[in-house]
Nanobody, 128 residues
Framework: QVQLVESGGGSVQAGGSLRLSCAAA????????MAWFRQASGKEREGVAA????????YYADSVKGRFTISQDNAKNTLYLQMNSLKPEDTTMYYC?????????????????????WGQGTQVTVSS
């Protein structure tokens, strides 16, 4: 079992920055897939950024490349998402996800089916 708790959401103006954090507890092996997803009302959950911890592979959605950066602090068992140059269309709930039985390829990292463990979500609101 892995427990995930997100924090760091909030409201910013377009062009601003936020950093989301996801604290992991429970079973956190050295090789684990972790990711950030977002889901707007009425839409499918979208993989924003993901990382295969232990191998270093990363995935970014085209819509966030060059603006968002995923990273981890292994000592703190914490995943981060640094979000810069935020746009109004980035407004939605953001969810942290994890699983330790996963593949490192982007096709797996970006798929919500890969992940069994999910946080409760944190709201990001970007005003124009």
């Amino acid at each position: 079992q892995v427990q995930l708790v997100e924090s760091g959401g909030g409201s910013v103006q377009a062009g601003g920055s936020l950093r989301l954090s996801c604290a992991a507890a429970g079973y956190t092996p050295s090789s684990i897939c972790m990711a950030w997803f977002r889901q707007a009302s009425g839409k499918e959950r979208e993989g924003v950024a993901a990382i295969y911890i232990g191998g270093g592979n990363t995935y970014y959605a085209d819509s966030v490349k060059g603006r968002f950066t995923i990273s981890q602090d292994n000592a703190k068992n914490t995943l981060y998402l640094q979000m810069n140059s935020l746009k109004p269309e980035d407004t939605t709930m953001y969810y942290c996800a994890a699983d330790y039985t996963c593949f490192s390829g982007s096709w797996s990292l970006r798929d919500p089916v890969t992940y069994r463990y999910w946080g409760q979500g944190t709201q990001v609101t970007v005003s124009s």
